[in-house]
């Protein structure tokens, strides 16, 4: 199973940005908080598997106690899994 590592907003926003293959969004509200997820279905075919990045939509209220989003990206040792 990939790992992710918690990144700023920015670093996530960059990663996005910078993505080499187009990405398709989807919200998964399984878990909570909900998850944004970022899919490469260039990279795997199907979701989970699809996912590069992912956005904990904590809301900040107090049922998140206060907790605002949450960013992770995909960790792949600094190049893109292809």
Not at 24 to 48: M, Q, S
Not at 69 to 81: A, P, Q
Request: aromatic content about 16%; hydrophobic content about 25%.
């Amino acid at each position: 199973m990939s790992k992710f590592k918690q990144v700023s907003k920015e670093e996530f926003e960059e990663y996005i940005e910078q993505y080499p293959n187009p990405l398709e969004k989807d919200v998964c509200a399984i878990p909570e908080p909900p998850l944004l997820t970022y899919n490469d279905f260039k990279l795997a075919d199907k979701w989970p598997d699809s996912v590069v990045a992912r956005i904990k939509l904590y809301d900040g209220s107090e049922y998140h106690f206060g907790k605002t989003k949450e960013y992770y990206i995909k960790e792949t040792g600094g190049e893109y899994d292809q």
